[in-house]
């Protein structure tokens, strides 16, 4: 049985919960057919660490980024170093960047200065962002909406480009969705799609277009139903994609197949050079099995 190959947009798998078993985590992935990784950084010690696993391994990619919550200390010298990582050829993306009200651990005007910084460097390098919006939904609309509006009218390398962003972990509303659709983003779906009590997202997710969606888990955390509890892993997009199928009555293939191109577009990265599939089963059977260490509290204010 040949699983579809999917795209997991998404995993911060150079986070410590992975140190003791990031090979076997990458084997399960493969063998659920997620055959791509793209590994956010959320600082810039994470981001030399998401280079350093895409360099070791074939599958995984990098982006490069100051998370909101790591933004306080955002300046030009780490602008610069951003810039200088963004140059090595795995690096696809520039993110996760945004903004986070719910933990409040940096001001809105020193997160707002950090996104900015960010999203100029992206459009200089011509790299797609990805977007963390949490409970700020209509300050990153706001600022969104005037970046991609201001790139229009310019030349810059990102302009040339069909897709500039993923809005990630999306729970947004229709309004959030339409507006990312004119912004030219694509909006990443996770675990929270499959949580059951998820209704909006859900009636949502079933009028939105394959052809802007992409797959991700956001591993270590927000583990999908029915592994909630766990520690979250690449292999999970299998389920998201799952659930993704139901909500859109389409078939599981054409959710992966679809989710893929999209991914590939934005990232430009190739699904036709994929390292072959590791072994095992191809079912969730095997994971349901495995025990995994509990995800960590301290850590979740990423995600
Ligand atoms: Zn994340």
Redesign the pocket.
Known sequence: MTVPTMVDS?C?LDMEQFDTDRAAVLKRAGAQGVRRIVN?G?DLAHSRRAIELAERHPQVYAAVGI?PNSSGDFNERALTQLAALAEHPKVVAIG?IGLDYHWDLVSPQEQARAFRGQLELAAETGLPV?I?NRNASADVAQILGEWTASERTRSSPLAQRELWGVL??FSGDAALALAAMDWQFTLGLGGALTFKNARSLHKLASQLCLDRLMLET?AP?LTPHPMRGKRNEPANAALVAQRLAELLAATVEEVAARTTAVACALFGIDAGELPAPADGLPLTADILSESTPQPRESATS??
Request: aromatic residues 14%; negative net charge; without cysteine.
């Open positions: 998404h911060h956010p959320i998370h996760e990805i963390h990630h972990a956001d955390w990423y995600g």
